[in-house]
């Protein structure tokens, strides 16, 4: 079976810092991968998502992940925070063969960007 | 191109009874998913619509079911609520049946059960 799992919970970092928000997969077939963001009271919005065209997908707002088979990891990364990137990030992959749109989320890493 | 759109936003609902949630998916879109998103559990996935058949379903009782419309709308219904249901409900839309489309979520309905 498929799985996502989210290193830290919370992740705090200074405006203007590197953000990194880690997240390795399990999958015994090639994943789709996906990362969205959830603001307060809101739903989710796909920020990138990897279906085996490139290793290095770029997404919305400067954001940008690596797959990297070899760790099976999609860690998102952000050059340099902004106050608006505070919320909550999921990590996503698609559940198996056949898996159409089944998603499996981590747990979700909350992101704070302090001044 | 309107979003995906989800009513009611928000609503409360007493224990014993039933409530019914509608997606409307962004047009084009046939797949329809929904997903229920607790503190405790995080984000589930409940079962997914394609041209109006189930085609996945998630680990949950019977009392969660849906349905999907020729218009590709859905409706999902959750019978006899217990205090535990009280979640924020996602639908999704995709626009086939292919994996690794992108899907796109609603804002969610909120749902509280007292």
């Known amino acids: 079976a498929q799985s996502v799992t989210q290193l830290g919970s919370h992740v705090s970092v200074s405006e203007g810092a590197l953000v990194l928000l880690r997240c390795n997969y399990s999958?015994?077939?090639?994943?789709?991968l996906f990362w969205y963001v959830q603001y307060p009271n809101q739903g989710l919005q796909l920020l990138l998502k990897y279906t085996s065209a490139a290793t290095l997908v770029k997404g919305i707002n400067g954001f940008e992940a690596e797959f990297k088979k070899s760790e099976t990891s999609f860690h998102l990364t952000k050059p340099s925070a902004h106050m608006s990137d505070a919320a909550e990030y999921f990590c996503a992959v698609i559940s198996g063969t056949g898996g159409y749109n089944k998603l499996i989320f981590g747990a979700g890493t909350r992101l704070a960007v302090h001044p | 191109k309107a979003g995906v759109t989800q009513t009611p936003r928000y609503l409360i609902k007493t224990r014993g009874q039933q409530v019914t949630l509608s997606c409307s998916p962004i047009?084009?879109?046939?797949?329809v998913s929904w997903y229920q998103q607790t503190p405790g559990q995080g984000l589930q996935f409940l079962f997914e619509?394609?041209?109006?058949?189930?085609?996945n379903k998630g680990n949950f009782p019977g009392r969660f079911s849906g349905r999907q419309f020729s218009n590709s709308r859905s409706e999902m219904n959750v019978s006899t609520l217990e205090l535990g249901d009280s979640a924020l409900y996602l639908c999704?839309?995709?626009?086939?049946?292919?994996?690794?489309?992108?899907?796109?979520f609603g804002e969610g309905s909120w749902l509280t059960v007292v």
């Open positions: 047009s084009g879109h046939r797949s």
């Open positions: 619509y394609f041209s109006e058949t189930q085609r």
């Open positions: 999704a839309s995709s626009p086939d049946g292919s994996s690794g489309n992108t899907i796109y």
């Open positions: 999958s015994s077939v090639p994943p789709y």
